[in-house]
Every structure is written in C-alpha cells, then in structure tokens.
C-alpha cells in the first residue's frame, strides 16, 4: 500500500517480557518518527530518525526503550522488560523531508500494547 | 500545563450542525500550526497546516483560524456530517526544533443524525 503501515495491530504480553514493533513508512520519505499515544492523553514524541540516523532521542522514556531503522526504510522499537505503564497505542509516522513547514506527517494506525 | 490545550475536550451534535473547536498554545516562537482528524482506532490524518504568518485555511467544510498575538486558533466544521465523528487534534510545531511536534489532547467530536 501508499501509507505507513504498522505491526502487529495488537500485542497483548506479560510483564517483563520484550516487544518489538515494526514500522514501514513510505517509500522515498527521509524521517520517520516514533509518538505514544496513551488512553485519553495527547501524542507524546519518543523519538525521530533522519535516513538512518537518530539525531534527538531525548523523547525514550527510559533505556528500556530503543530503535532502530535500517535501510532507510524499516524501523523498529524495541521494549526491553515491558512494565504495566508501558501499555499505550504506539504511532509512527513519516515525511518526506524533516523539518519541512508543508509537509505533513503521514501517520500509520498504531500498535495497542496491552501489558499484562 | 500543557503548552497546546483543546476545548472543549468533548462535543456533541446533530448532523448538519456547524461547530468550532478551539486551540490555545503557549509554544513560542512556532513554526506552523495543523489541524489533524483521528478516527478511531487509526492514525491521525492531516486536515491543515497554517504557518504563523496565515490567518485562514480552508479544507473543504474544514476551516482553520490562527492569531498568533493571542496564541488561539480555532477549527469550524461546516453542515457537519455522521463520518466526522473523531477527536481533533491541534499540533504545533516549535520554531527551533521543527521535527518535535507538541500535541494537544484532542476534542473528541460526536455527530448523531
């Protein structure tokens, strides 16, 4: 497809366990960006990649967090030791440049992370 | 405090019904400001984008109103529809750190025919 597509839709695991979540933005588009988006509360940034590189990270929550994207394409967040708190739908979304003032964020549906 | 607050933080209307949802937000300097649409279960979807210098931008029966001096801006659906049930969500993007987008906490918009 054209959009940013996302997986798995939904992960329900245990605490303690790791998860990663896989996110293919769209062909051609240079940054791709990482939010949380909690029950009730607005998107909250985790962090964005330019090409391959991740120039601010300041938005991981704790080291538990990290990701990744490779080929400047594929990213992936990984949850190392998932705690309850963690439980949040996860959004990625891409651009074509970042930076760019009339460019929108094209965004994918989410993984929903429940954590048992 | 936030620095991008929504009101109201829910609504509801009858089909056909004009509304208008508000944005105040205290990021200083910005860049742009955008309006974006989140259905339910999926990813918000870009309805505007306004740079600091624009007053108005419409997007079919979207219309998006910003003053920068009072730091307001504001998103009037027109003869609203069932399909526009959703939370509207209000994002502005910081001046110099353009990638970093701040997000309000959405009003979240209910059509009943």
């Known amino acids: 497809g054209a959009g940013v597509s996302q997986s798995p839709s939904n992960k329900v695991t245990e605490k303690g366990k790791d998860v990663e979540l896989r996110c293919d933005p769209i062909s051609g588009h240079t940054a791709l960006y990482w939010y949380r988006q909690r029950l009730g509360q607005g998107l909250e940034f985790l962090i964005y990649?330019?090409?391959?590189?991740?120039?601010?990270k300041s938005g991981l929550p704790s080291d538990r967090f990290s990701a990744e994207r490779t080929g400047e394409s594929v990213s992936t967040l990984t949850i190392q030791r998932t705690q309850q708190e963690d439980s949040a739908v996860y959004l990625c979304?891409?651009?074509?440049?970042?930076?760019?003032?009339?460019?929108?964020?094209?965004f994918g549906d989410g993984t929903r992370l429940s954590i048992l | 405090k936030n620095q991008v607050e929504q009101s109201p933080q829910s609504l509801i209307i009858l089909e056909g019904k004009n509304c208008t949802l508000q944005?105040?937000?205290?990021?200083?300097?910005?860049?742009?400001l955008r309006w974006y649409k989140q259905d339910t279960g999926r990813g918000p979807v870009s309805l505007t984008i306004m740079t600091f210098s624009e007053n108005t931008k419409s997007n079919g029966r979207y219309t998006a109103t910003l003053d920068a001096d009072t730091k307001q801006s504001s998103l009037h659906i027109t003869a609203s529809q069932l399909s526009d049930s959703a939370s509207y969500i209000c994002v502005v993007t910081p001046f110099y750190n353009t990638d970093k987008l701040i997000f309000g906490t959405g009003t979240r918009l209910q059509v009943f025919p």
């Open positions: 990649f330019q090409g391959n590189s991740a120039p601010d």
């Open positions: 979304a891409s651009s074509l440049y970042p930076g760019q003032f009339d460019q929108p964020q094209h």
């Open positions: 944005c105040n937000y205290t990021v200083s300097p910005f860049s742009n």
